[in-house]
């Protein structure tokens, strides 16, 4: 679950790089790349990776401590909060492309805000909830979450380089390895 949150961040982090890059220099970003990024985080982080903690750690621990409860729907309210940056910024990008002279700066800060968002979230998930599933779940039931997350094939989790990484958003997007 750490490693899922910290791609999500990586990737975001390298959207807002690549936006305050071109904004800086006053050149039209790559498009390409940043869309294979906006892409893999709404197909990966905003739709497995948030419905997999959800499915598998949410349900169970609102189920066996429902002291809990107001915590968990703090974190789903966190997840749609995070599918609503994940549409702004989509949006931005692609008013940007079209020509729209304010969707850069735009585009720019929603990644920054969203990236902020992201980390108080993933925090918030450690301090809050990470010792209360520790001791809720058996060991076999870990064993299960895990075979489960790890089932899913994350093109960022699953690269073992940076090239393979670059590769797996490029065919994401449909554009052909370089
Ligand atoms: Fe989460």
Redesign the pocket.
Known sequence: ?ADQ?RAMSSVLLAVRTMARRALRSATAPDFLQLTALVKYVERFPEAI??LN??KLLFRTLEDRQPALARTVAR?RR??AA?KGYGIRLRTALRYWQQGDPKAGPLAANVANDYVRYCRQ??RA?RQDLLSAALRTFSREEWEQIDQALESVVDPVLRSRSRQECATALQKLAGRPAA
Do not use: I, N, R, Y
């Open positions: 679950m949150q990776h948030q903690e959800e974190f966190d997840h995070m979230h993933a998930e």
